[in-house]
T-cell receptor
Framework: QKEVEQNSGPLSVPEGAIASLNCTYS??????FFWYRQYSGKSPELIMF????GDKEDGRFTAQLNKASQYVSLLIRDSQPSDSATYLC??????????FGSGTRLQVQP | EPEVTQTPSHQVTQMGQEVILRCVPI?????FYWYRQILGQKVEFLVS????????KSEIFDDQFSVERPDGSNFTLKIRSTKLEDSAMYFC????????????FGPGTRLLVL
């Protein structure tokens, strides 16, 4: 049974700060990791994915993966009020079903 | 930019009634999925579909559920006899399915069973 754990939050950061979102997972065989953003009442929107250990940067977002520790994180630099949403960590991808965590609610204070 | 579309956006039905939720996946995608999200809970996988057959399904996807690709563009989820606990947001997703591809989600159908 794959489990994905996230702190539900809310995580509150001031505008312009770095927001750090964390996720741990139980399935050591997991290969693909995804971060989705979900605004209230809306569908998940892909932010980025990561497959290899280390960091992957895309604009203000950096995903970090440590397979040995079964840990994946998302850093958001220069946080904006529009970043306020729930961030979902998910495993799987390609053809396989995604397994989602419960999400971390981020609040960026102006 | 191509996107997954879903209809209707909202559906209200009486318990025991049949509902059909519709999705149009991205045109060059080969794998299709249904997920649901009960209010306040995590997104849960229901079923995946490839080459006109189910490729994977979860424990949630019991005999009350069925999926179909009736033509070259639509992908449907049918719930035969709705229960109160079927009230949720239902998301369709699609992917090309090649290694490294991600799943793109439609806007969802909010189903309310009374």
């Amino acid at each position: 049974q794959k489990e994905v754990e996230q702190n539900s939050g809310p995580l509150s950061v001031p505008e312009g700060a770095i927001a750090s979102l964390n996720c741990t997972y139980s399935d050591r065989g997991s290969q693909s990791f995804f971060w989705y953003r979900q605004y209230s009442g809306k569908s998940p929107e892909l932010i980025m994915f990561i497959y290899s250990n280390g960091d992957k940067e895309d604009g203000r977002f950096t995903a970090q993966l440590n397979k040995a520790s079964q840990y994946v994180s998302l850093l958001i630099r220069d946080s904006q009020p529009s970043d306020s949403a729930t961030y979902l960590c998910a495993l799987g991808g390609g053809r396989r079903a995604l397994t989602f965590g419960s999400g971390t609610r981020l609040q960026v204070q102006p | 930019e191509p996107e997954v579309t879903q209809t209707p956006s909202h559906q209200v039905t009486q318990m025991g009634q049949e509902v059909i939720l519709r999705c149009v996946p991205i045109s060059n995608h080969l794998y299709f999925y249904w997920y649901r999200q009960i209010l306040g809970q995590k997104v849960e996988f229901l079923v995946s579909f490839y080459n006109n057959e189910i490729s994977e399904k979860s424990e949630i996807f019991d005999d009350q559920f069925s999926v179909e690709r009736p033509d070259g563009s639509n992908f449907t989820l049918k719930i035969r006899s709705t229960k109160l606990e079927d009230s949720a947001m239902y998301f369709c997703a699609s992917t090309q399915g090649t290694s490294g591809e991600t799943q793109y989600f439609g806007p969802g159908t909010r189903l309310l069973v009374l």
